[in-house]
């Protein structure tokens, strides 16, 4: 299995705005039709195909960020919270117990900073050219080589800056869709005169010979059916990977309030109260680990737990198992 089999799928290679028919397609300007194309691979390189449901993704479906958490994050936070699991205030060795996770997971929260939402470093641009999808997928692969241990040494954008980059290009490709929805909106007057004017005629032909109501029409679906729902799923991911990130910051606070709680002889003695308040700060960070790993989202072998209407393209679901069902997935 490749590291993200869905960027070697037909349906992303092949991707030609399939969300619109033929004639839709035709009447488009060839500016906004190709940043729609290319803005899409690189969403689903990114993000993987199953839209802004992520808290289950089948691995024929993820993109290289679900990979990357996957690979980076969840198993050194699966250790952390372990560690806290079987933790006891009242022990000899708490101190030291609780200084270990405290260590290990900043060395966790270090690489989260830097890689997932530092946004201190340039982000992605499309000056002087735009980015290819094979330039984006590149990157991609670059970042995912970087560990724990040398994370510091990547100097490009991070995950959140490049989910900010689709998320701005589908905004302007939705205000070009609404411009040009208007400039192909005209009455009967204007209408009339432009059989006079020669560009009107290079237009007509070049839009598929079909007349400027339907030009506008068919830039109003391709905003509301194709551009819209693309950048919305983006706005989701990075609302997501914020809420994720809070969960950090309190888990930082959490950790810092048990350290201080027990730097006091009295809360590490063996008595029904700090049993309790140690089984809350367990619960507690449990809370928070759920929340970081639904929100940023995380891969599943043997389930597809994917919303259908959610899905960036249709994609069909490759089967781990052979004989198993290959269930079909809709947009």
């Known amino acids: 299995m490749s590291i993200v089999q869905v960027t070697d799928r037909e349906e992303v290679i092949g991707y030609n705005c399939d969300e619109l028919s033929l004639f839709e397609r035709a009447s488009l300007h060839s500016n906004e039709k190709d940043k729609v194309i290319r803005l899409t691979k ?20 993820a993109g290289f960020f679900s990979f990357n958490m996957n690979n980076r994050i969840y198993g050194p936070l699966n250790l952390v919270r372990t560690r806290i699991q079987v933790y006891q205030r009242h022990t000899e060795t708490s101190v030291r117990d609780l200084d270990r996770v405290i260590d290990d997971f900043n060395t966790i929260k270090n690489f989260w900073n830097h890689m997932v939402i530092s946004t201190e470093r340039t982000g992605v641009s499309d000056d002087p050219d735009p980015i290819s999808y094979r330039t984006a997928t590149r990157d991609f692969q670059e970042m995912d080589l970087k560990t724990l241990r040398n994370y510091e040494q990547y100097t490009g954008p991070s995950w959140i800056q490049w989910f900010k980059y ?29 059989f006079l004017n020669p560009m009107a005629w290079y237009r007509f032909v070049a839009n598929g010979c079909q007349p400027n109501s339907t030009v506008a029409e068919n830039n109003g679906i391709m905003r509301d059916r194709v551009v819209i729902p693309k950048r919305n799923i983006a706005l989701c991911r990075l609302e997501e990977i914020e809420t ?4 950090f910051s309190e888990l930082v606070n959490n950790l810092e309030d048990e350290k201080r709680f027990i730097e006091n002889e009295t809360n590490r003695q063996h008595n029904p109260l700090n049993l309790r308040n140690t089984q809350l700060f367990k619960d507690s960070t449990d809370r928070l680990f759920s929340i970081i790993r639904d929100r940023v989202g995380r891969i599943e072998s043997d389930s597809l737990g994917a919303a259908p209407s959610q899905n960036i393209i249709p994609i069909e679901a490759q089967g781990q198992a052979q004989g198993q069902p290959q269930p079909q997935i809709t947009a």
């Not at 969403?43 to 024929?60: E, K, R, W």
């Not at 994720?244 to 969960?247: E, G, I, P, S, V």
């Open 244 to 247: 994720a990130n809070n969960a």
């Open 42 to 61: 690189i969403f689903i390189a990114l993000n993987g195909a199953t839209g802004s449901s992520q808290s289950v993704v089948h691995p024929s479906l």
């Open 166 to 194: 689709i998320k701005d290009g589908f905004e302007e490709l939705r205000i070009a869709c609404e411009e040009n929805e208007e400039n192909y909106t005209q009455g009967w007057i204007g209408w009339s005169f432009s």
